[in-house]
């Protein structure tokens, strides 16, 4: 049996199993994360990489890993963490396994922003990109239409199943726009914005990481503020209720976090496809837990990411952009979903 | 009767409008001379009937066939999935359309519409029968969600593997990004008929399942009781919407939200008889078509907005309405 745990007034259930694995997934992405660091055109041994990054490395080894490449090593790390987490509150508030954040506007949103500055040369444009960064302009547009589904779908409360649809259509409108956008230019500008469409981890800076590192920082914390009313809302709307769950003002709230989440990942590495659905799915199975656990979630989602972007630029012929790799695992992944659903 | 004669008529008009409108706006009395008139030695009658003939008459007659069958179409999916949520767009016909375009350009280098059409048309097929089959497996059958988010990440998917594909081709990159706007312009009759002759059939099909589709309607149970025969039923509907959907998706790119839109207004004009609905649906489909072709060319003047782009951007506030009215319940 397993023995609940009461410290004041939080309580909660000690899950030895839960806690064994979600420490295994930590040790495995740090693993995976320092790999990551290692190979590559100048190959530098894992017990290197370790000693540089606690900051006892040579001066060579300290050139290529902080400033070469720890910015893209980080950048997966914490977008992995963003989606895996953001998709598994979209999942608990939807109460639907296929549910993700992608389908909530943002993504539409930012790649139709992004694709914009690319492609309109010139004035404002350009002078937006030169000052606040493509990243920045991305989360703001990806955030405008997250916010607009969230109050489209929004009649006496949030009804996962509206919220869906609603995000569905303005997606597609969105990506009427980006469609649109991508006839009008010039096809240099067409090959660079299909990069950042599909969901790229090249060319990351200092500057990227940290956007998304705070944001992600900042979000987890409220997350984890809230996350002890998490398990109920997975029940329904009648019983959370009746279990003492504020269940409209915590569900805004986690699944304002999802929003802000997934928008501070996609405006650093562009809107990477099936993370945010496999990554909780996955962490679901893995802990032997009902609901999508928010930890593990975030581990597996890093890891996902990290061994994708990993897979893209040394194990294949032709390098291509970390989306690519995810979506070939996530495809996959989600008819299994989709056709276990629908045989229980 | 009197609706679909009203139709009609509505559909001539704006057929009529189609021809005159343009970057170059011509009077009915030009139109007139460039259908009807034999060549004439005069400049500008001769440029004239190039523009009647090679591109207002193609893109005209394009947009009409293809609205009746992606009304029709969407009508059908509708019905067979007893799903009121069915759409191309959203059945993930039109992504394995785009995908089987890239994958034929940067394999063989097809430059012509004329040659990739095919692989348009066989991508659309597969990518739809899977999605189709994806979501009626089980329990899962007839659950609006279960199709979408089927849709969604099957579309998702290909979108990814079609980028693959083009970021290593220059060549399939820039035909991907035309044909993805979904567009009636730029397509000749050597396109055009082949395609008319699909639709055709698959129109004839459609028209012959509506009296078993209304009772299959009525339940499974009910519809074998009454003497419908089940799976021949649900085999044609299904080859039907495919040869619909298909041909015009690989004659015009991915026009989303068309089928569904039209099929929701045809209901709301009929009822739900599909012996009515569905030539409602088929009529409605190419007048929006054609209306939203037309509208493409007034509103970025010089320039066009191609016509899978206006649609999308009047068919998806529509179905967001819808959503928030209630229309779809999750089963």
Redesign the interface.
């Known amino acids: 049996m397993t023995p609940g745990v009461r410290l004041g007034q939080v309580s909660f259930v000690w899950r030895p199993w839960m806690v064994c694995v979600t420490l295994l997934l930590a040790a495995a992405t740090f693993l995976v994360f320092c790999l990551s660091i290692g190979i590559g055109d100048f190959p530098i041994g894992l017990s290197r990489v370790i000693a540089t990054i606690l900051g006892r490395g040579e001066q060579v080894d300290e050139f290529v890993i902080m400033d070469l490449r720890m910015p893209r090593a980080l950048a997966g790390l914490l977008v992995g963490i963003a989606l895996g987490v953001s998709g598994a509150i979209t999942q608990s508030v939807a109460r639907n396994p296929l549910a993700s954040p992608d389908i909530l506007g943002i993504t539409g949103g930012a790649s139709a922003t992004a694709v914009f500055l690319v492609t309109v040369s010139g004035g404002a444009a350009t002078a937006v990109v030169s000052t606040v960064g493509l990243s920045a302009a991305a989360l703001v547009g990806g955030l405008g239409t997250g916010l607009l589904v969230y109050f489209l779908a929004w009649r006496r409360g949030v009804d996962g199943f509206r919220l869906i649809l609603i995000g569905i259509s303005v997606t597609a409108v969105m990506e009427a726009i980006t469609t649109w956008l991508l006839t009008k230019a010039d096809i240099r500008d067409v090959a660079r914005a299909q990069v950042w469409l599909v969901g790229s981890l090249d060319n990351r800076s200092w500057d990227e990481v940290r956007v998304v590192f705070w944001c992600t920082l900042v979000l987890m914390v409220v997350v984890a503020a809230v996350a002890f009313q998490f398990k109920p809302l997975h029940l329904g709307d009648e019983v959370a209720a009746g279990l003492g769950v504020r269940f409209s003002g915590v569900r805004a709230v986690l699944l304002l976090c999802a929003v802000l989440l997934a928008a501070a990942a996609v405006s650093a590495a562009g809107p990477v496809p099936f993370v945010a659905l496999v990554a909780p799915q996955v962490a679901m199975r893995l802990v032997r837990y009902p609901t999508p656990p928010l930890v593990a979630s975030g581990l597996v989602g890093a890891l996902l990411l990290i061994g994708a972007d990993l897979t893209a630029r040394s194990a294949l012929p032709v390098t291509l952009p970390v989306g690519v790799v995810t979506a070939a695992i996530g495809g996959p992944f989600l008819v299994y979903l989709l056709v276990r659903a629908n045989l229980r | 009767m009197v609706g679909l004669g009203a139709l009609v008529v509505v559909l001539v008009i704006g057929a009529a409008a189609s021809l005159a409108v343009g970057a170059r706006a011509l009077s009915p009395a030009e139109v007139w001379h460039g259908l009807f008139a034999s060549p004439d030695p005069d400049q500008r009658l001769t440029e004239i009937r190039l523009i009647v003939r090679t591109v207002r008459v193609p893109r005209t007659v394009l947009a009409i066939v293809a609205g009746i069958a992606l009304g029709i179409g969407g009508s059908l999916i509708q019905g067979y999935t007893r799903n009121p949520?069915a759409d191309t767009?959203?059945l993930g016909v039109n992504s394995g359309a785009s995908f089987a375009v890239v994958t034929v350009i940067a394999v063989f280098g097809f430059a012509d519409p004329f040659q990739y059409v095919w692989f348009a048309f066989l991508g659309a097929a597969a990518a739809g029968v899977v999605v189709f089959g994806?979501?009626s497996?089980?329990?899962?059958?007839g659950n609006p969600?279960?199709l979408?988010?089927?849709g969604?990440?099957?579309t998702?998917?290909l979108?990814?593997?079609t980028?693959?594909v083009?970021?290593?081709d220059?060549q399939s990159?820039?035909a991907l990004?035309?044909w993805?706007?979904?567009s009636v312009a730029g397509v000749g009759f050597d396109v055009i008929w082949p395609v008319t002759a699909f639709i055709a059939v698959g129109v004839v099909l459609a028209l012959t399942t509506l009296p078993s589709l209304n009772l299959l309607n009525l339940g499974d149970d009910v519809a074998r009781g009454l003497g419908v025969n089940i799976a021949l039923s649900r085999t044609v509907g299904i080859v039907a919407i495919t040869l619909l959907a298909g041909a015009a998706t690989a004659a015009c790119g991915p026009i989303?939200?068309l089928g569904l839109m039209v099929a929701h207004v045809a209901r709301y004009m009929t009822g739900p008889d599909y012996r009515w609905l569905v030539p409602y649906a088929g009529l409605l489909g190419a007048v929006v078509l054609l209306v939203g072709d037309i509208v493409g060319r007034l509103v970025v003047r010089p320039?066009e907005?191609?016509a899978?782009?206006v649609v999308?951007?009047l068919?998806?506030?529509f179905?967001?309405v819808l959503?928030?009215r209630g229309k779809?319940r999750?089963a």
């Open positions: 949520i767009g959203l994806l979501s497996i089980g329990r899962g059958a969600l279960t979408a988010l089927a969604q990440g099957v998702v998917f979108a990814a593997m980028t693959a083009a970021l290593t220059l990159l820039n990004r035309f993805n706007a979904g989303a939200f320039g907005l191609d899978g782009v999308a951007l068919g998806a506030p179905f967001a959503v928030w779809f999750s």
